[in-house]
């Protein structure tokens, strides 16, 4: 189960779609796939920058190295429930993400103390990069809808579909709810493929045959981006 895992390194492309695309390519490729652990749920990110956003403007601008700090809840979590604090890179088109698994009130009083609430490898590495960044905080808030599938028989294989993309700056708690600005249109999906190896023949046919191509896209990025506007 995704959930519990703690250390990924994969390949992860993305692609718009509209609803009639996904009822398209669910039609061809949904003998081979099933839904997660997660199924259909909310995730919620707390992203977490500096007070001038080194973070997300050296996401945006580089070209072969990318970085980011945030905390994950699958639903709006209560202080006791279990959260993901993550460090995410990407180098040269391959992510590497480590977490730890930890309640949202201890996530939040290591975020605002830096104490560390125990010791492990993956948070000694998240605890360097808190410390390197200079003690990043809060910055912003996105959440979106995921239906979240994968495949028996490839076990590095995820396809996740997003919408309702939104993003909040004020009131940066997970436990405060979901709600946001959107960032996209209502019947623009939003498709990663997530995988560990090649992509398989029926996936890739699958995709030719649905006209769906990749694209860059970051859920964080976008919404920087908007605040910039506004």
Same mark, same amino acid.
């Given at each position: 189960?995704?959930?519990?895992?703690?250390?990924?390194?994969?390949?992860?492309?993305?692609?718009?779609?509209?609803?009639?695309?996904?009822?398209?390519?669910?039609?061809?490729?949904?003998?081979?796939?099933?839904?997660?652990?997660?199924? +259909? =749920?909310?995730?919620?990110?707390?992203?977490?920058?500096?007070?001038?956003?080194?973070?997300?403007?050296?996401?945006?601008?580089?070209?072969?190295?990318?970085?980011?700090?945030?905390?994950?809840?699958?639903?709006?979590?209560?202080?006791?429930?279990?959260?993901?604090?993550?460090?995410?890179?990407?180098?040269?088109?391959?992510?590497?993400?480590?977490?730890?698994?930890?309640?949202?009130?201890?996530?939040?009083? @290591?975020?605002?103390?830096?104490?560390?609430? &125990?010791?492990?490898?993956?948070?000694? +590495?998240?605890?360097?990069?808190?410390?390197?960044?200079?003690?990043?905080?809060?910055?912003?808030?996105?959440?979106?809808?995921?239906?979240?599938?994968?495949? +028996?028989?490839?076990?590095?294989?995820?396809?996740?579909?997003?919408?309702?993309?939104? @993003?909040?700056?004020?009131?940066? +708690?997970?436990? =405060?709810?979901?709600?946001?600005?959107?960032?996209?249109?209502?019947?623009?999906?939003?498709?990663?493929?997530?995988?560990?190896?090649?992509?398989?023949?029926?996936?890739?046919?699958?995709?030719?045959?649905?006209?769906? &191509?990749?694209? =860059?896209? =970051?859920?964080?990025?976008?919404?920087?981006?908007?605040?910039?506007?506004?």
């Amino acid at each position: 189960m995704p959930s519990d895992i703690f250390i990924f390194k994969r390949v992860e492309k993305k692609y718009f779609l509209n609803p009639q695309q996904v009822d398209m390519l669910m039609s061809k490729i949904g003998c081979f796939v099933v839904p997660d652990s997660h199924g +259909e =749920s909310t995730i919620c990110s707390l992203y977490l920058d500096t007070p001038d956003n080194l973070l997300i403007r050296n996401s945006i601008d580089a070209k072969a190295y990318k970085e980011k700090l945030r905390l994950r809840s699958y639903g709006t979590p209560d202080k006791t429930d279990k959260v993901f604090l993550e460090i995410k890179k990407k180098l040269n088109g391959v992510v590497y993400k480590r977490r730890v698994a930890l309640p949202l009130g201890d996530a939040m009083e @290591y975020i605002i103390s830096l104490e560390k609430p &125990f010791d492990s490898q993956i948070m000694r +590495e998240i605890d360097y990069a808190m410390k390197f960044y200079n003690h990043p905080l809060p910055k912003m808030m996105v959440a979106y809808k995921r239906m979240a599938y994968f495949a +028996e028989d490839i076990p590095g294989l995820r396809i996740t579909f997003d919408s309702e993309v939104r @993003y909040r700056t004020t009131d940066l +708690e997970l436990d =405060s709810g979901d709600n946001g600005t959107k960032i996209l249109p209502d019947d623009v999906i939003i498709m990663e493929i997530k995988t560990g190896g090649a992509m398989p023949v029926w996936l890739s046919r699958a995709l030719d045959e649905c006209g769906i &191509f990749p694209t =860059s896209f =970051s859920k964080y990025g976008t919404a920087y981006k908007q605040t910039l506007t506004r």
